[in-house]
């Protein structure tokens, strides 16, 4: 997908973080299709734009959209006229998406945040990964180099606390490092880059019985 940059030489440039602190925002980032929308926001586009990317009409998404800008979760960067018509060019707030932990408590009346927040990171990442292997993104032959196929890992370790406490230590070095590089690439708009998708789910599991 092309993507445009402000005609007008702005530089647009996103917050790193975003916290969410509400419920009704939340609400709107757990739908799949808005948090779709929203990834590919992550640079400078139309909502036509966005329609091709995704192959769906642009006129389903126009309310999609509008709610995500309603709740603060992009903002219009740019505006041009086409054929008599305004065009909006639309970018995310942030770069990164944060919960506030009182949501995470499950103590809603009306919903739980927590399994609302959980529901929305696996689905974007399952439908991502369909996505890139439905289009050929994702390259499963057997002779494909490592960075252009898909690794996909799920494993119940036995660990004893210290060694839970390593594991969780170093993921999270490793994430806080690769984030350091993606946002410089991006504040640079670095050459020869592309998007790659990473799920990290790591918790403490019911023991089965093969490991009780």
């Keep these: 997908m092309t993507l445009n940059t402000p005609h007008n030489g702005a530089i647009a440039i996103p917050a790193h973080e975003q916290v969410i602190d509400d419920l009704e925002t939340l609400k709107v980032l ?8 929203r ?8 909502v036509k734009q966005i329609a ?15 709610l995500l800008e309603k ?6 960067v740019d505006s041009r006229l ?26 809603q009346e009306d919903a739980n945040p927590l399994e609302m927040s959980i529901r929305s990171v696996f689905d974007g990442a399952r439908q991502d ?20 196929g898909a690794k996909v890992v799920s494993l119940r370790l036995s ?6 406490r390593m594991l969780f230590a170093l993921l999270d070095n490793v ?19 592309r998007p790659y998708r990473l799920f990290s789910a790591a918790f403490p599991s019911q023991p089965s019985d093969a490991s009780s």
């Design 175 to 193: 994430i806080d490092e690769f984030t350091k590089i993606s946002d410089s690439n991006r504040s640079q708009h670095a050459l020869n880059t």
């Design 129 to 148: 990964l369909l996505d890139g292997l439905h289009s050929g993104t994702i390259d499963t032959s057997e002779t494909s180099e490592v960075i252009h």
């Design 52 to 66: 091709a990317e995704l192959d769906i009409p642009a006129t389903k998404l126009y309310y999609h959209v509008n």
């Design 30 to 37: 757990a739908d799949p299709l808005r948090l779709r929308i």
């Design 159 to 164: 660990l004893t606390e210290d060694q839970a």
């Design 71 to 76: 709740h603060g979760l992009i903002t219009v």
């Design 39 to 46: 990834e590919l926001m992550v640079q400078p586009s139309t």
């Design 82 to 107: 086409v054929s008599g018509i305004m065009e909006r060019v639309y970018q995310v707030a942030a770069y990164r998406v944060q919960v506030a932990p009182h949501l995470l408590t499950g103590s």
